[in-house]
C-alpha cells in the first residue's frame, strides 16, 4: 500500500483518525458494523493451505487463558485458541502463534516476559498473518474493575457511564479513536514484513448481552451501564473494521457469531465466561466454545476472497 511523502503520510494519518472520530460517535454506523446475519456467509473452513506458513497475534483473546492445554505459561496461551484450531483446519504448513495474554500494541515491537516481539514473527515468506489487538489498548480490564466498583453507586442506573463521561467527552470513545493510529501502525509494518500475506483483523466477541439487558450480580454492572458498554465494545469493533479496510486487510467478525452466547447466559450456553467462571477460561474471555466460534469466523472469512 503506498503512502506518498513522510508529509503526506502524516496528513493522512490525521485524517483517519478525525474518521474514526466522527463514525464513533454514530449509532447507525456502530449498528451496522456488527449485523449477525453477516457473519454466517461464505464457507465452512474446508479449504486447505498447504504451503501456507501462518503467523497469529494478539492479546488473551486469542492466546486463550486458562483453556486446556496451556502450552505457554508466560503468556497464557492454549492449543486449543482459534489460531491452533484453525491452522489444524486448514492443514497449513507451518504455524508460529506468539500472541500473548496482556499484550498491546505496544508487544508488537517489544518483548513480553519470555515472549519476544509479537512482530518478528512475521517473515517475508509468511502468507498468512492474524491479529487481535486493541482491547488492552483501551484499558479493558481496567474498565471493567471501574464500573464493577462504581455499580453499588445505582444499580438501576448507568454510574460508569457517568464517571466516564464526567469531562463531557465520552473517554471510552476517544481512547479506541486514540487506539486507531496505533492499530494502524501495526498494519503498515506486517505489510512491510511480509508484502504477499494475507492478513485478518479479528474482532472481539460478544461479551454482553446484545439486548442490553443486564444479569446482575452474575455480572456486577449497573443495569443502564449494560448497554454502555456493549456498545463501547461495538464502537471498538467498527474501528478495527475500519482499520483493516485502510489497510487492505480482511475483517473478522466475530461479535456476530457470538450473539446469544455472552457471559450472562447460562453456563450450558455462553461462550463468553463471567467475572466468576464456570468453565475453564479467564474472566470476561472466551471459553473453549468461544475460541472455537471465533476459529469457525476465522475460517469463513477465508473462504472468501473479497
Known amino acids: 500500500m503506498a503512502y506518498g511523502t513522510p508529509s503526506d503520510g502524516s496528513a493522512r494519518r490525521h485524517r483517519r483518525k478525525a474518521t474514526v472520530a466522527a463514525a464513533l460517535g454514530g449509532c447507525a454506523l456502530v449498528a451496522a458494523s456488527t449485523t449477525p446475519a453477516a457473519a454466517h456467509g461464505g464457507g465452512h473452513g474446508s479449504g486447505h493451505d498447504r504451503g501456507t506458513r501462518y503467523v497469529a497475534l494478539g492479546d488473551s483473546y486469542t492466546s486463550g487463558p486458562v483453556i486446556p492445554t496451556q502450552v505457554d505459561a508466560n503468556c497464557a496461551r492454549s ?6 484450531l484453525a491452522a489444524a483446519a486448514r492443514h497449513v504448513s507451518a504455524f508460529k502463534d506468539v500472541s ?8 508488537m515491537w517489544k518483548a513480553q516476559g519470555t515472549n519476544g516481539p509479537q512482530l518478528d514473527a512475521v517473515q517475508r515468506d509468511t502468507d498468512l498473518v492474524t491479529l487481535q489487538i486493541g482491547g488492552n489498548d483501551v484499558g479493558f480490564s481496567s474498565i471493567i474493575g471501574t464500573c464493577v466498583a462504581l455499580s453499588s453507586r445505582d444499580l438501576a442506573g448507568n454510574p460508569c457511564q457517568q464517571y466516564y463521561n464526567a469531562s463531557g467527552t465520552d473517554q471510552l470513545t476517544l481512547a479506541i479513536a486514540q487506539t486507531a493510529p496505533k492499530v494502524d501502525k501495526v498494519l503498515r509494518a506486517i505489510h512491510a514484513r511480509a508484502p504477499h500475506a494475507r492478513v485478518l483483523v479479528v474482532g472481539y466477541p460478544d ?3 446484545d439486548d442490553g439487558i443486564g444479569c446482575y450480580p452474575t455480572v456486577p454492572f449497573a443495569a443502564k451501564d449494560f448497554p454502555y458498554l456493549r456498545d463501547t465494545g461495538k464502537r471498538l469493533n467498527l474501528m478495527l473494521r475500519m482499520v483493516a479496510a485502510w489497510n487492505g486487510a480482511r475483517y473478522v467478525d466475530t461479535y456476530g ?9 447460562a453456563p450450558a450456553d455462553r461462550w463468553i465466561e463471567p467475572l466468576q467462571p464456570t468453565s475453564p477460561a479467564a474472566p470476561a474471555h472466551p471459553n473453549a466454545k468461544g475460541e472455537a466460534a471465533m476459529a469457525q469466523a476465522v475460517l469463513n472469512r477465508l473462504e472468501r476472497r473479497h
Do not use: F, I, Q, R
Open 207 to 209: 461479551l454482553l448481552p
Open 79 to 84: 492449543d486449543h485458541n482459534y489460531p491452533s
Open 100 to 107: 500473548c495474554s496482556g499484550a498491546t500494541t505496544v508487544e
Open 257 to 265: 457469531p457470538t450473539v446469544g452466547h455472552d457471559m450472562c447466559k
